[in-house]
């Protein structure tokens, strides 16, 4: 019998390089990366703010200033600019591993949980390999960005592993998320899930993924300084990760060989 299996992924970082803003976004509205976090920075501290909720107001405070509309079609276009780490644009992992998956009796879904913005997201050219992109978002009117109508940060990433599990692919449904289901009638058991992170914002569903049973993976920019690591490898000393690789997805590459080996321990599992 089939049994399912889920990556999980964060998304600026982890699959693209800096973050999806800064791509093209950003330099529309006439600011530098670093301004543009700058004030995110003051003014999450100045109003005692969530920091998703703070940039996504200031996307549309200084998109408004600049006279630009925000529209699904242009946070389209700007997620068509992200940074994708090699071996991710032609979608030969996605084949790879689930094919992977399916000889050794696995059906593996792929996952994206992320703070960043879900419209820039759907334009990237690998959206059509995750069965569910879970991300912050915003409320339209007239095809205009008007709120933000879901932030996703570093704590309620959690949320959305259980959403998976039990198979609840919806964001408003409280209710569904809280009713009890038991482990043996849950889609995807933590036990067949890995979570792949880069950083700070990922570190509790790195840890509460180790604790359920399951697997992650912190992975970095492999053209980093490579004396900035020290604070990735203490995930490994912590308990928070099973693996550190450079975010590279090629062919026989560390995190290929590594979901390989934790996909084959989770198919001998069955026996």
């Known amino acids: 019998m089939t049994q399912k299996a889920a990556i999980i992924y964060d998304y600026d970082g982890t699959l ?48 408004q200033a600049a006279g630009i509309k925000i529209t699904k079609q242009e946070l389209n276009r700007h997620g068509a600019n992200s940074d994708l780490y090699a071996g991710l644009i032609d979608l030969s992992w996605f084949d790879r591993m689930n094919a992977f998956a399916s000889k050794n009796g696995l059906e593996l879904e792929h996952y994206i949980v992320s703070s960043g913005i879900y419209e820039m997201i759907e334009g990237s050219p690998i959206f059509p390999a995750f069965k569910r992109v879970f991300a912050s978002q915003f409320m339209y009117e007239n095809n205009e960005a008007m709120w933000p109508s879901v932030s996703i940060n570093y704590t309620t990433k959690t949320q959305y592993l259980f959403r998976i599990n ?96 934790l996909l084959g321990r989770m198919a001998r599992a069955l026996n």
């Not at 690591?229 to 062919?251: Q, W």
């Open 166 to 261: 039990k198979g609840i692919y919806n964001v408003w449904d409280n209710s569904q998320i809280n009713t009890f289901m038991p482990e043996n009638e849950r889609p995807v058991q933590f036990e067949n899930m890995i979570f792949v992170g880069d950083g700070d914002t990922d570190i509790p569903s790195m840890k509460m993924m180790t604790q359920k049973g399951g697997h992650s993976i912190a992975v970095y920019d492999p053209k980093c300084d490579k004396s900035d690591l020290g604070k990735i490898h203490s995930l490994i000393s912590d308990g928070r990760v099973d693996f550190i690789a450079p975010a590279d997805y090629t062919e026989n590459s560390q995190i290929d060989i590594a979901v390989r080996g």
């Open 16 to 63: 693209a390089r800096g973050n999806i803003q800064e791509c093209s976004f950003i330099p529309e509205i006439g600011m530098s990366r670093e301004d543009f976090w700058e004030e995110v920075r003051i003014k999450k501290i100045e109003h005692d703010a969530d920091q998703i909720l703070v940039y996504m107001n200031l996307m549309l405070q200084k998109a």
